[in-house]
């Protein structure tokens, strides 16, 4: 969706939207996240990473521009039964950025990395956009890894869109000036709703203005665009995994929006139809990420997924990228 498109969705989105956010007080706001936040060296670069809860462990990666603060309204949930994992990926948030090329196959190498560290060996892995890209990699490339394999709104056909490599190359061109402009904008922004919907429209969150100001606040204050942002960003337009989809073994779910303006919600139906035994839920009138903008039913829906068990038969060593 174009910035333009965001503001004028701000100004008239409807005031209540049923089954949207969260209503009443988010779980998220009381728990003590410095707790759960742990760092370890990751490809040489450190890494912040969310370790919260016990149980069967399941790993949540975020897509570009956000960082694990994308899941606060999912850890409390799945924490409450499984060891969560949500790191920043390299370049985001918290996280060192990489040296050299950042590719789609190295950052899923690292996510294979921290679960080696943690002694983690299987678990069920959801990414969101960029996020669903590295997850997918990493249920190809390390399917001992992967149990279960929930993609949310996963761009992995972005790189096909014509308009991929200008964006990127508009990106590049407007680096430094966007990061100028932000600087000191953040206190003008949060005092804003309307300002903070469209900023969080261009993101492409469907009713922004119906996410919790605490929410609404997080989210903005942690989608910065750091030094991950253009090297991943490059990474998302120079490599295919079409040809290989047939290779997942894992029991897949595919999440999407019908609202997404960023990646379109076509793309659910193609890889439904390129995974072999994956199934579709598809939200009506939500944008590109579903677990923030419905949780409610994002979690039970991913409960009874991770429930039902089935998983895939690999077992061995992991492969090495």
Excluded at 141 to 154: G, I, Y
Excluded at 253 to 281: F, N, Q, Y
């Amino acid at each position: 969706m174009a910035p333009r498109s965001a503001v004028l969705e701000a100004l008239i989105a409807p005031q209540s939207e049923p089954g949207y956010g969260t209503p009443g007080r988010p779980a998220w706001l009381d728990i003590d996240w410095a707790a759960h936040r742990r760092r370890a060296v990751i490809d040489g670069a450190r890494m912040e990473y969310v370790d919260f809860g016990s149980g069967p462990p399941m790993v949540f990666v975020h897509g570009l521009g956000a960082c694990w603060q994308t899941w606060l309204e999912n850890l409390p949930h799945f924490a409450r039964d499984h060891r969560c994992i949500a790191m920043d990926l390299a370049g985001f948030g918290a996280s060192e950025p990489l040296a050299g090329d950042v590719t789609i196959e190295r950052l899923a190498r690292g996510v294979a990395e921290l679960l080696g560290q943690l002694g983690v060996g299987r678990a069920v892995v959801a990414g969101n956009s960029m996020g669903g890209f590295v997850a997918l990699e990493l249920a190809i490339r390390h399917p001992a890894l992967v149990e279960r394999l929930v993609l949310v709104s996963a761009a992995v056909f972005w790189q096909e869109y014509r308009r991929a490599k200008p964006l990127v190359a508009l990106a590049q061109a407007t680096e430094s000036t966007l990061g100028r402009a932000l600087v000191g904008s953040e206190a003008y922004l949060m005092r804003r709703p309307k300002l903070r919907a469209a900023a969080l429209g261009v993101g492409g969150i469907r009713f922004g203005h119906l996410l919790s100001p605490e929410l609404q606040c997080e989210i903005l204050l942690t989608a910065k665009r750091t030094q991950g942002f253009l090297p991943s960003l490059r990474a998302l337009a120079s490599y295919s995994l079409r040809d290989e989809l047939e290779q997942v073994v894992a029991p897949t779910l595919i999440v999407w929006g019908t609202d997404d303006a960023l990646v379109g919600v076509e793309h659910a139906a193609e890889l439904e139809a390129l995974i072999p035994g994956a199934r579709k839920s598809i939200y009506e009138r939500t944008g590109h990420v579903v677990m923030l903008e419905r949780p409610g039913r994002f979690n039970r829906e991913l409960s009874a997924f991770v429930a039902e068990g089935g998983a895939s038969d690999v077992v061995g060593p992991v492969a090495v990228l």
